[in-house]
C-alpha cells in the first residue's frame, strides 16, 4: 500500500465504513469529508481545500443511495449529492498548490445497457438509457469536467458490492422467511410520468436470466491499491468479480449459504407491490448487469473473491474461506 494523505468524501457510507478504518490500521492519514461524523462537513469548502492539497490521494464515495422510490425529489437529491460533492473535490484539487496525484470517484456498472446478450467491459461496453444511467453519465462528467493535468482520474465502475451489510441485509431477510427464490420480470403498466422520467423499467430478461455482477467489499478496497500502484489505470474501470452469474443462480446460492431449502420464484406484480411497500425501484433487481473487469485483468490483479458463494459466506460470516490473494 502507498503512503501519504488519503481524502475520503463520504466516508460514513457503506464503502466508506471498511475503507477509512483499513487505510488508517495501515498507517495512512485519512481526512473524512461527510455530511455528519467526519473530520470535515460538506459545504466548508475551505477545509476540504485545505486537506485535499498536499494529499497523494481522494476517494470520492458520496452519493445518497438508490434504494429509493424515484419521487421528483429523491432524483433531483441523488443527482445532487452525486454532482455537488464532486465538483466540490474537483474545485478543490484545481486550487491546490500540491495537488494528489490520484483522485479516485465512485460510479456504477448501472451506466451500462440492460445486457443478457454479451457482457460489457470498457472497452466494447454501450452506455444505456434512463434516470440510472444519467446519474452515472452526469458523475462522470462532474469528475471529468475540468483540466486537472497533475492528478491522473479514474471512475469507478462497481458492480452491486457484497460485504457485512448493505444489499445483503434485507436479501438475508427475505431468504429466511422464504421469499428468497429468483425475481422474475414480465410485463408492468408505466405511467406517462415514470415513461418521461426513465424511471419506468420495461420488461427485458424473463424467468431470472437477467445477469447479476458483483464484487466483494475487499476487493474493491484491493482495487483502489492497485490504481494507486499502477499509473497505466485511468478512465474508466470496472470493479466487478470476473465470474458474474444470473439472477437465479444468485438466490439459488443466497439460499444454499444461509441453508435455506425453498424459495418460490417472486413474479414481477409481487415485486412492484413489494417495492412500493418498502419504498425502492425493482430496477434494482430486474435491470441485466453484465460487467466484465477487463483493465483490472489486464493489470493482472487476483481477486481475492472471484466466486459469488465464497464472497456470500464472508459476508455473512458463515466462514472465512478464501482464494489467495
Not at 119 to 132: A, K, N, V
Request: charged share 25%.
Amino acid at each position: 500500500m502507498s503512503t501519504g494523505r488519503v481524502v475520503v468524501g463520504g466516508s460514513t457510507g457503506f464503502m466508506g465504513r471498511y475503507l477509512v478504518p483499513r487505510l488508517r490500521a495501515a498507517g495512512r492519514e485519512v481526512v473524512t469529508i461527510s455530511r455528519h461524523g467526519a473530520d470535515i462537513p460538506w459545504g466548508d469548502q475551505d477545509a476540504v481545500d485545505r486537506a485535499i492539497d498536499g494529499a497523494t490521494l481522494v476517494v470520492g464515495l458520496a452519493g445518497k443511495s438508490v434504494n429509493c422510490r424515484y419521487t421528483p425529489a429523491n432524483r433531483a437529491e441523488i443527482v445532487r449529492s452525486r454532482t455537488e460533492t464532486t465538483d466540490a473535490l474537483g474545485s478543490a484539487i484545481a486550487r491546490a498548490s500540491n495537488p494528489p496525484t490520484l483522485w479516485i470517484n465512485s460510479s456504477t456498472a448501472t451506466i451500462y445497457r440492460h445486457a443478457d446478450d454479451r457482457p460489457m467491459t470498457e472497452s466494447t461496453g454501450e452506455i444505456g438509457s434512463g434516470f440510472s444511467v444519467e446519474v452515472a453519465k452526469s458523475w462522470e462528467n462532474a469528475l471529468f469536467a475540468r483540466d486537472l493535468p497533475a492528478t491522473r482520474r479514474v471512475a469507478l465502475r462497481s458492480a452491486i458490492v457484497l460485504g457485512d451489510g448493505g444489499v445483503l441485509g434485507p436479501l438475508r431477510r427475505l431468504a429466511r422467511l422464504g421469499l428468497g427464490g429468483p425475481q422474475y420480470d414480465g410485463p408492468w403498466p408505466a405511467s406517462a410520468a415514470r415513461r418521461e422520467a426513465g424511471t419506468a423499467h420495461l420488461p427485458g430478461s424473463r424467468r431470472g436470466t437477467q445477469r447479476f455482477s458483483w464484487v466483494h467489499i475487499d476487493d474493491v478496497a484491493r482495487i483502489i491499491d492497485l490504481l494507486e500502484e499502477t499509473p497505466s489505470l485511468e478512465g474508466p474501470v470496472n470493479a466487478a468479480s470476473p465470474h458474474p452469474v444470473d439472477n437465479v443462480e444468485f438466490m439459488a446460492t443466497v439460499r444454499r449459504v444461509l441453508g435455506v431449502g425453498f424459495g418460490p420464484p417472486l413474479p414481477r406484480w409481487t415485486l412492484e407491490l413489494g417495492a412500493i411497500g418498502i419504498r425502492t425501484e425493482t430496477e434494482l433487481v430486474l435491470k441485466s448487469r453484465w460487467v466484465l473487469p477487463e483493465k483490472l485483468l489486464d493489470a493482472g490483479f487476483r481477486f481475492r473473491f472471484p466466486t459469488l458463494e465464497d464472497a456470500l459466506r464472508d459476508s455473512f460470516g458463515i466462514t472465512t474461506t478464501s482464494s489467495a490473494a
